[in-house]
């Protein structure tokens, strides 16, 4: 069955930090993984990675995608408190998207 | 920008009740989703829609109906609800033929069953 899990499900920084947000994926014909950050009500799009390696960056968020073992990584520099927020992992198959059930950021002042 | 709506942000029913959840986007997107977001478990597809009146199950219809009349309004109907179907739910659209690509997610219905 495929699946996408996220770690850690929660995690608790003060601005200035750097964090890591993990995602690794089993699906049957891949085609990208998304990363949607989701502050109050609507998710919003932050990357989309469809190749091994090739680093997406926007501002202080950057991500990477790793077909050979199967996971993806979130990374924000100089955490905010405005980065307080979930972040979701989503995996899209051939026929579907699955998404993780996400990481719970909180960053305190 | 595209702009995705649900007709209501909070709404509490009782238990037997029919809901309706409304979803109307503004972008001419062929796709449009439901979602269940619930703790612990992330979001799961409820029902999708290619086009109109076409409808497809999602990972867990069970107890859940759909209706695409109109390219930009895709309607999720609950016959009778219960109280395990109180969770939050998100509508979204995509624009191309495929099945997801970016998705534009609407702001949400927090639906209580009582």
């Known amino acids: 069955e495929d699946k996408v899990v996220q770690s850690p499900l929660s995690l608790v920084v003060h601005e200035g930090d750097t964090v890591t947000l993990n995602c690794s994926y089993e699906?049957?014909?891949?085609?990208?993984l998304l990363w949607y950050k989701q502050e109050k009500k609507a998710p919003t799009f932050l990357f989309m990675l469809?190749?091994?390696?090739i680093e997406k960056k926007s501002g202080r968020l950057s991500s990477i995608l790793d077909k050979k073992e199967l996971f993806s990584i979130l990374n924000i520099t100089a955490t905010q408190t405005g980065d307080s927020a979930i972040y979701l992992c989503?995996?899209?198959?051939?026929?579907?998207?699955?998404f993780g059930a996400g990481t719970r950021l909180t960053v305190k002042p | 920008d595209v702009k995705v709506t649900q007709s209501s942000r909070y709404l509490v029913k009782r238990t037997g009740e029919k809901v309706f959840l409304e979803c109307v986007q503004d972008m001419d997107h062929e796709n449009m989703f439901w979602y269940r977001q619930d703790p612990g478990l992330g979001l799961r597809l409820i029902y999708f829609s290619y086009d109109v009146k076409m409808k497809e199950k999602g990972d867990i219809p069970e107890g859940y109906s759909v209706s695409r009349e109109k390219k930009e309004r895709f309607s999720l109907i609950l016959e009778s609800a219960s109280t395990n179907q109180t969770s939050m739910y998100l509508c979204?659209?995509?624009?191309?033929?495929?099945?997801?690509?970016?998705?534009?997610f609407g702001s949400g219905t927090q639906l209580s069953v009582l």
């Open positions: 979204a659209s995509s624009l191309y033929p495929r099945v997801t690509e970016k998705l534009f």
């Open positions: 469809t190749s091994s390696g």
């Open positions: 699906v049957t014909n891949f085609r990208s």
């Open positions: 989503a995996v899209e198959a051939l026929l579907d998207m699955r």
